[in-house]
Structures are given as C-alpha cells and as structure tokens.
C-alpha cells in the first residue's frame, strides 16, 4: 500500500500546526514509516487522518493520539476556540467553568481549553483536580456560567479521552448548537495560530455538591451497608463524603479499584454493564455481608447497583429495574404539583404505567440525557437504561451516579426498616404494571456497514411490525407487545438494537410464570432480530 501525495501533504500541514512537540514527534514518526511504503503506518496515518471527531451523544470522543481524528492538544485548542466563538457571537463574554478527570491527558487538555477560553476574553474557572462529571454540571448552574467543559471519556476504554459541553442552563450540548459549533471548529485557524492566555486558578465546589446531595433522602433509615467501587475513577471520595453527609456512614469501597488510575488495570473494560466489570465489588459485597452493592463508571455520571440474592449469591440490577426502582421512590414520596418523569425510547416502558399510577406527565425522548433534561417543564426525575440517573434535574441537568447511589441507599435502608428490599419492591412494580424484560444487542460496525442495516430496514420493514421513525437514524419496531429500537451508537462504531416484551401479571401467584413467559418470548424475539440484522 502506497502513500497518496494528499494524505501525506495534509499530515505535514497538520504538523506544522500541531503547538504540541509531543504529538508532532508522534505523527512525523508514523509519517515517515508510512512513506518508506510500510503499509500499516498507511492505514495508521489514514486513520488519524480521517477526522474531524464529531459531537455525538455526549461529546466528542476519541483515542489519546496525534492527528484530527484523535484527542490531543490540538484538536482541543481548536474545537475550544470553535466554541468560545459560537458563545461570543453576540459579542458578549462570560464565565466558563472547565474539569476533567484523571484520564491520560486530561489535566493537558483542561488546561488548554481553559487557556484558549482566556485568551478570548472570557473569566474562567476550572475545578480544582479530577473531579467527577456531575461536579462540573452542578457548577455551571452554581457559578452561572455560560459554558461549562468536561474532559472525559466516561467509561470508554483506557486509551481514549473526550471533551463534554454544557450550555448555560446545564445541561448537554444539543442539536442545532453541536452542528453550529462543528462550523466554527472547522473555520476556526490552525491549533499554534489560537490565541492563548493564562487563567486565574481553580475552584472547589465539592462542599455546596455534597450539602445539596445530603438533602435528596426522602425517608428517615439509615441502617444499611454498603460496598462500593469507583472503578478506578474519580468519584469515589465524593461518593463516600456525599453518603455519609447523607448519613450513610457503613460504606466498604474496594480497596483494588478505590484510587483514579488511568490504566484501569483491574477492569477489562471500566464500564459497569460489562461482564466482570463488577465482579470485585460483588466479592466485597458478599464478603461484608453488605445490603447494597454500588459500582460508579470512571466519570461518576453512572450508576449500577448490585443486590444479594436469597441463595447469598449477588446480582447486579438492569439500568431499567433501578430506573424504575427510583422513579417509583421519588414520585410515591411526592413533593412537587403535577411532576414529570422522563425516559427515552430505548428505556423500559414500564415508567409510563408508574408515572399515570402517581398522576405524573411521562414523557418519551430520544437517546441522551441531553434530550431527557429537555424533556419539558417540571421535571423531577429523568433516566436512560445505560445507568444514567437524573435524581435533581433543578440543581444537575444530567445524570449524576453519586446524587442516585444516595438516593438508591435511601430507598434500599426504607425497605429494609420495614423489612422488605429492592427485589421485593421489582415484584410489587411487576404486579401491579405487568413484567416488562428488556434486553440490548449490539453489534461492531464501521459507520458505513451501520447506516447500510438501518437504511435496509427502512426502506423494507419486516412483516408484522409497525414502524416509527422518530430520528433520521433511529426505528422503532412495535407489535403484539414487543418493541424493538434500533440505532447507531453516538460513541462506538456499533449498531444497538434495545428489546422489549410486556406481559400482564393477573395476580401476585401468577408472577413466577409470567416472568417464565416473558423470558421466552425474549429469547424468541432476540433470534429474530439478530436475523434482521445480519440478513441482506
């Protein structure tokens, strides 16, 4: 494989602009090995050749790497200063608040945001240290911020880095602005040619986080223990401090995993909805005879909660049994007039039937907490089944995994009081709105061979289904209660397919066999959909 004259002279012109020696030794060597006709540091240069990175579900994200297809100093001086000017265009100037979490790179890469902020003109502040993502979206409402920018990747794997936007009201970048703001990235002027200026230090606002956090219990127990995992983030401490000034002070955190550590070197994949990714905090669970298992993705913004069995053994809870779980809790303690709860449409449907249970408005979004904050007016709580949990929409627009363990610990020390659990309370939720299963699929496709499966299915619609489009990019495939979303992953080169199947529970005894029944019909409809995707 031969090197095009174009790739290799749109390397160089990246090189000359790259103000970072590090990343331009990093391409010049991938450069040269390319053009000595090596035909990997082709594809290699090819690749990080092939950007820009795109906004797309909560930010844009990437591998650590030199080039425009990476995330580096360049690439973030430049999408900053794409952004600064998108804020400025009506001249006006505001503060900007800027955290990261301890990622590879992400102390760099704040810093160059927030120079690139002060160098046109705005004040700003940025966290002081790795801060978990719930930490900067609860100060861009606190300072009254125009911007607030995370750099993070979530729980991505450990070579790749990212940079999250939040709008002054708090919550996350949403179209039409991400495609107004990519305009002004890509017209903005070569990364070493961006004016820069020295910024006016750091601030903390751990302790006005943890004060609000502290008040989110509803009820008065607080007779529970807890094992908990941070996965190698940084929420862990926040985490601790914020269930204890909640007055959950028996917390066992796993003491492998309990320091921010880039390298993940405990997980095979920081991300709890990963098999084994939780497999040392339900050890520690057991071990301690805990009543509650909490695992935080690196970022903290997530949450899964584990419960034990009555066999001893430990499970960990789907994102829509503990979406439930908590719409369930915040609504039946009630506290505001005519509420709103919201989910998106790959979630559970089973929080309709709890909504109109309370009298609550219910609404239905698209994927991304972006969309579920802006859900309408009134919300109090918002989930997606991906382990996000907006538990306090008025003071963080976003999904907050340490404000949702408080409130899952709070809900959990209820039951136990009154000598019930979480698993009792999923029977009590099934009974009276019927078994709802879910179940994701996914599968790894370039974005092409994505888009090629989503236009087949459209174009032709299999037989027996009714079909709703409520996005370009996503279906929705309803009959006979089932239902089955299909849409491209905002993060990951993978198409996802989300199941459901609905079933009624005449009574309590018939639970067991409706729960049987539904298991079946899953099965049934994950080979048919694995079929749809494949097939053509």
Not at 76 to 82: K, M, S
Not at 164 to 188: F, H, M, S, T, W
Not at 283 to 306: F, K, Q, T, W, Y
Not at 511 to 517: E, K, Q, S, W, Y
């Amino acid at each position: 494989m031969s090197l095009a004259p174009a790739l290799r002279d749109t390397a160089l012109r990246w090189i000359a602009d790259d103000p970072d020696p590090t990343t331009r030794a990093e391409l010049q060597q991938v450069l040269a090995r390319a053009m000595t006709g090596d035909a990997d540091a082709v594809r290699d240069l090819a690749d990080r050749m092939s950007g820009p990175l795109r906004f797309g579900t909560a930010g844009l994200r990437g591998p650590v790497r030199a080039g425009p297809a990476g995330m580096n100093v360049a690439v973030v001086r430049r999408a900053t200063a794409g952004l600064a000017d998108w804020l400025a265009h009506d001249g006006a100037r505001g503060t900007v608040v800027v955290g990261r979490d301890a990622r590879h790179g992400s102390e760099v890469f704040a810093a160059a945001a927030a120079e690139v902020f002060a160098g046109a003109g705005f004040d700003v502040r940025v966290l002081s240290g790795a801060q978990p993502t719930p930490l900067l979206a609860f100060a861009v409402r606190q300072l009254g911020a125009v911007c607030g920018v995370q750099v993070t990747a979530s729980h991505n794997p450990p070579a790749d880095n990212g940079y999250k936007v939040y709008l002054a009201d708090g919550a996350q970048l949403a179209p039409p602005a991400d495609i107004e703001i990519e305009a002004r990235i890509a017209a903005a002027p070569a990364a070493v040619a961006i004016p820069t200026a020295a910024t006016a230090g750091t601030v903390d606002l751990t302790e006005p986080y943890l004060e609000r956090v502290a008040r989110l219990p509803r009820g008065t127990a607080r007779t529970l223990r807890i094992a908990l995992t941070p996965l190698h983030g940084v929420g862990g401490a926040t985490a601790v401090h914020a269930l204890a000034r909640a007055g959950f002070t028996d917390v066992h955190v796993v003491g492998s995993q309990a320091a921010p550590d880039p390298r993940f070197p405990t997980v095979a994949f920081p991300n709890p909805e990963e098999p084994g990714a939780t497999d040392a905090l339900l050890a520690l669970a057991a071990e301690v005879h805990a009543d509650l298992a909490v695992a935080l993705d690196p970022d903290a913004d997530r949450c899964a909660l584990g419960v034990p069995l009555p066999d001893g053994t430990w499970r960990m809870l789907t994102g829509d049994e503990t979406g439930v779980l908590l719409g369930d809790h915040l609504l039946r303690s009630g506290g505001r007039a005519d509420p709103l709860v919201a989910t998106t449409v790959v979630s559970s449907s089973m929080l309709r039937a709890v909504a109109a249970r309370y009298g609550a408005r219910y609404a239905e979004t698209l994927t991304g907490f972006k969309w579920i904050v802006r859900g309408g007016p009134g919300l109090v709580y918002g989930y997606e089944e991906a382990l996000g949990y907006c538990v306090d929409p008025d003071t963080v627009r976003d999904k907050d995994g340490i404000a949702a363990a408080v409130l899952a610990a709070d809900l959990s020390a209820g039951l136990r009081a009154t000598g019930g659990d979480l698993l009792g309370r999923l029977d009590e939720l099934a009974v009276a709105h019927g078994v709802h299963r879910t179940e994701g699929l996914s599968l790894r496709l370039d974005p092409a061979e994505r888009d090629a499966v989503v236009d087949r299915l459209r174009a032709a619609p299999p037989p027996g289904w009714d079909i709703e489009r409520p996005a370009p990019d996503v279906l929705v495939l309803r009959g006979g209660g089932r239902r089955v979303v299909i849409r491209p992953s905002g993060t990951e080169p993978k198409l996802k397919a989300y199941l459901e199947v609905v079933g009624p529970v005449p009574d309590p005894a018939a639970l067991p066999a409706a729960r049987a029944a539904a298991e079946e019909r899953l099965a049934a409809l994950r080979a048919e959909v694995q079929e749809l995707l494949v097939s053509g």
